[in-house]
């Protein structure tokens, strides 16, 4: 990337202005038909395609903190996918970490959705619509731009710097 891209990037995350997504998905809904003269009301579920726009805050230390439970289930072992390691179909090894890592990502990227306040309900729904409809790339993707928004790094540089500048340096006692 550019410089002036990172730097609008930056920016962008310091005066909270989202990323955004789109997810097109079959939504349930359902329709209320009337029988016998309207005497009689019977459901039916209908599938319809929806396309629906996700907005990614720049996240919370608390949103962070839960994101943390999820993030600690991610591994790959790169030993397996190293040049020297002839005794492993790599193909197969790489859909065995997409399907490990999927269910974890798309909760990560729930989380990242929902925010501070959300019911335990609402983020089951979320996820599964999610999982189900994310593509491994876009789930990586988002993911990712989630850690960059998460903006871990400058807190760190921040949190070294502010512990090394104090206004009095203590003198040892003789």
Same mark, same amino acid.
């Given at each position: 990337?550019?410089?002036? +891209? ?15 997504? %789109?997810? %097109? ?27 629906? %726009? ?8 608390? #949103? ?17 996918? +190293?040049? &020297? ?24 990227? #729930? ?8 019911? +335990? ?13 994310? #593509?491994?790339?876009?789930? +990586? ?17 921040? #949190? ?13 006692? &003789?």
């Amino acid at each position: 990337m550019e410089n002036k +891209e990172l730097q609008k990037k930056e920016l962008d995350i310091l005066n909270d202005v989202p990323f955004v997504f %789109e997810l %097109e998905y079959n939504k349930e809904k359902v329709i209320q038909k009337k029988k016998f003269f309207g005497l009689i009301t019977t459901n039916k579920t209908i599938h319809e395609k929806v396309k629906e %726009e996700f907005k990614i805050y720049p996240l919370r230390l608390s #949103t962070m903190d839960r994101m943390a439970k999820y993030q600690i289930e991610l591994y790959l072992d790169k030993s397996k996918f +190293e040049k &020297e390691n002839k005794d492993v179909d790599t193909f197969n090894e790489m859909k065995l970490v997409a399907v490990n890592n999927a269910e974890a990502m798309a909760s990560i990227v #729930t989380i990242a959705v929902l925010g501070a306040d959300y019911s +335990e309900k609402k983020f089951q729904k979320l996820k599964k619509v999610l999982y189900d409809n994310l #593509t491994p790339y876009k789930l +990586e993707l988002i993911t990712n731009e989630i850690l960059s928004y998460s903006s871990l790094a400058n807190f760190l540089n921040s #949190t070294v710097t502010m512990s090394t500048k104090t206004t009095i340096s203590p003198n040892e006692v &003789e």
